[in-house]
C-alpha cells in the first residue's frame, strides 16, 4: 500500500475522533448516554482493526475486506451509517 492510501485510512480515523471529540462530556440523563452508546461503542468496534492496522503500517491489511466489513456494518445499523468515511477516503485520495 503506498503512502498516500496509508494516509487516506488514517484520515478516516482522525475525522471520525474528531465527530465523536463534539459529544458532550456530561451527560444530562440516561438517553443522551444510552444513544452515544448505540453510536461510539459499534463504530468504534467496526474501526479497531484499521486503528491497528495503522500502528502496523498497514501490513497484511486487507481493504477489500474492510470496505466488506462497512459495507455490511452499514446495512446493519442503519442508523450510524458510516457511508461518509468511504467518500471521505476517496476525496482525500484525490486530493493528493
Do not use: C
Request: glycine share 4%.
Amino acid at each position: 500500500m503506498n503512502d498516500l492510501r496509508k494516509a487516506a485510512y488514517r484520515g478516516i480515523l482522525y475525522n471520525f475522533l474528531l465527530s465523536i471529540r463534539s459529544i458532550p462530556t456530561t451527560l444530562n440523563d440516561d438517553n443522551q448516554a444510552m444513544k452515544l452508546g448505540k453510536f461510539a461503542g459499534p463504530v468504534a468496534y467496526q474501526l479497531h482493526n484499521l486503528a491497528l492496522a495503522s500502528v502496523n503500517d498497514f501490513v497484511g491489511f486487507d481493504e477489500a475486506q474492510f470496505w466488506s466489513s462497512m459495507d455490511i456494518f452499514n446495512n446493519n445499523n442503519p442508523d450510524t451509517q458510516l457511508t461518509y468515511l468511504r467518500t471521505q477516503f476517496e476525496r482525500d485520495l484525490l486530493a493528493s
